[in-house]
């Protein structure tokens, strides 16, 4: 994994080095309580693997390596090079021993069956249908038989302000790509791509939902 991937969806590497506080700002400091919410619906083992893809700077993976022991193993992947050194620079502060490497979600270079638990977060919405449905099909090739993914992001407005905070977003961004999460569409995609037992477990916000599946068990 020394290479540099490059994926047709948005990535964030001309803002990787504002990124974590302009989440902070959007988030209104709520974002550490976010990611906190997120890992309630991971349930995972001290010696589990875990990837967290569209890892961003870091920050979830990080919460998650601090709960496992060897052999157990977090790893983050982003197609945005700076995001990932950013978050590799924040796992040797922290000395927490989670991996990060570039990476597309449409095309994980993992060996099938290579992870307990798949999550992403606040990431589908960066891209189009083609690539979720891809993305989707490569979290459930690399989790183990019986695995789990979480998926936390944009989902269909319920409220007022959700609604305007969700197209404002798509219209002022012109963001294409969220119209899948606006939509409602995440679950059906998720089937799609052989996913079991699709959840929408929580939302948040009129505008974000916590989803869990599963990846069927073996024959």
């Known amino acids: 994994m020394t290479h540099e991937p490059k994926t047709r969806g948005r990535d964030l590497d001309h803002v990787a080095w ?7 700002g959007l988030s209104f400091g709520r974002e550490r309580r976010f990611r906190e ?9 001290p010696g589990d693997r875990i990837l967290d893809v569209g890892c961003g700077t870091g920050s979830l993976t990080l919460l998650v390596a601090g709960r496992l022991q060897a052999p157990g ?3 983050g992947i982003d197609a945005a090079p700076k995001m990932i050194e950013i978050a590799r620079r924040k796992a040797a502060a922290a000395g927490v021993p989670a991996r990060f490497y570039p990476g597309v979600a449409e095309a994980l270079d993992f060996p099938d069956a290579s ?7 606040m990431f589908t919405h960066h891209i189009d249908t083609g690539l979720k449905k891809r993305a989707f099909a490569e979290m459930e090739r690399v ?23 969700g197209w404002g977003a798509r219209w002022v961004l ?10 409602g569409d995440l679950p059906d995609l998720m089937r799609g791509a052989g996913l079991l037992d699709v959840r929408r477990v929580d939302h948040v916000y009129g505008l974000v939902s916590f989803f869990t599946a599963c990846k069927a068990e073996a024959a």
């Open 18 to 24: 504002l990124y974590d506080p302009i989440i902070e």
């Open 37 to 45: 919410k997120t890992l309630d619906y991971m349930e995972f083992g």
């Open 73 to 75: 193993e977090a790893v």
């Open 115 to 121: 992870f307990d638990l798949v999550v992403n977060s």
């Open 143 to 165: 989790l183990k038989p019986g695995g789990t993914l979480v998926t936390a992001d944009v989902d269909r407005p319920t409220t007022p302000v959700g609604w305007l905070m």
């Open 174 to 183: 012109v963001q294409k790509e969220l119209v899948d999460n606006l939509r």
